[in-house]
């Protein structure tokens, strides 16, 4: 055996001292790469949008964002939202996968300056909602890609609408009920307007109703906007029309009709949701098969985590109002508080859906909960301080059902 020198036992011994911690190193490079990379995943699941704008008028961008939201851009609860700091109508509505339908506007300079604080979720949602959003928002994008022309004239914009899906017969005809089973029966006249720019419009297609539904001849399954008008050349209804292969109608109509009656409900605790624009778009994601997959659910889960997220003010701006108890559901008739973290901060806040001002009353006692609820706008201002964001608090009463309802 090879004896080593003195010399050579010195050098071998830090060689190895040298590899064991290059490896040490790489291994703790690694470790690290991985917990990062972790955490961002989760950040970015956490920040998954669970709503949504609509009916933007003026400019509003998120807090740190430099391009400006549209209808339909996803939205996360307890966004800021920042409105030009111009004199103007700035109004927009944001909608929640909890159902909530929050109204933000200012007029002035020193109202848009504040902002306007998204809340947080009261509950974490249905996993179907935040599918029925995300899918929406798909739609939304392909409407206006292909929507036809716009109804000829504001008499037309204003007709009923409905939303249909049907299955396109062999015989290249649908069936077609929703309001149309509520026409009298009759001979009719419809404008066939496909979304598909390859088929042609059809602008006098004459219809007879001798049942509950209409029969109508299509030139293909696809997309369609149906005006249909009765013998006195007066138009009735404004259909929206999914003609699909009787395999795709069966699978596409239980999906259906869960988003219809959501939004039905949504509708009724918080009216307002563009019921009929979203029934269609939704209809027009399930038709191109841009229903989020299942896997796509997970995000529904996060609700509880965005809905604990705390949102600190900075040193130069009051601290936003905090409720207690928190919006949500109540039992009953229910006192809430209003405070401010900030040391002789005054709260102004409004109880009608208004935005509040700095002429708006004062909070000095808890504000009264009673009947069906309330919603609370409030923002806190402090001398030397910018005034907080308009936060949203939305509180809705429970009531039991009598006994032997719905029997």
Known sequence: MRRLSANQLALAVPRRTRLHAVVKVASLLIATLLFFAARHCAEGQARAPLGMVWNIRGNWTVEGASSPLGDGTAIEPGSLLEAVQAPGNHTVKVLLADGQLIYAACFTVEDCSRGFRVPELSRAPDPFAVELLTGIRAGLGELRREQPDAPDTPREQLLPRDEVLTAFEPSQRAQIGGLASRLPNGSYSCDLRPLDSSLSRQPHLTVVKSSSLIELPLPAPGLYDLIITDSLNRPRINVFLAAASPEQAGGMTKAFNEARALLKRWNLAYAGWPVHDFQRAYLEALFHGDRP??????????????????????????????????????DGNCAIKLESATPGATIHFTVDSSQPSADSPVYTAPVIVKGSGLTIKAFAAAPGKKDSAVVTADYRIRHEEPAGAGR
Do not use: H
């Open 293 to 330: 997959a299942a896997g796509d659910r997970r995000f529904a889960a996060l609700a509880s985590l965005v809905k604990g997220a705390k949102l600190a003010p900075t040193r130069t701006t009051a601290a936003e109002p905090a409720f207690t108890p928190r919006a949500g559901a109540l």
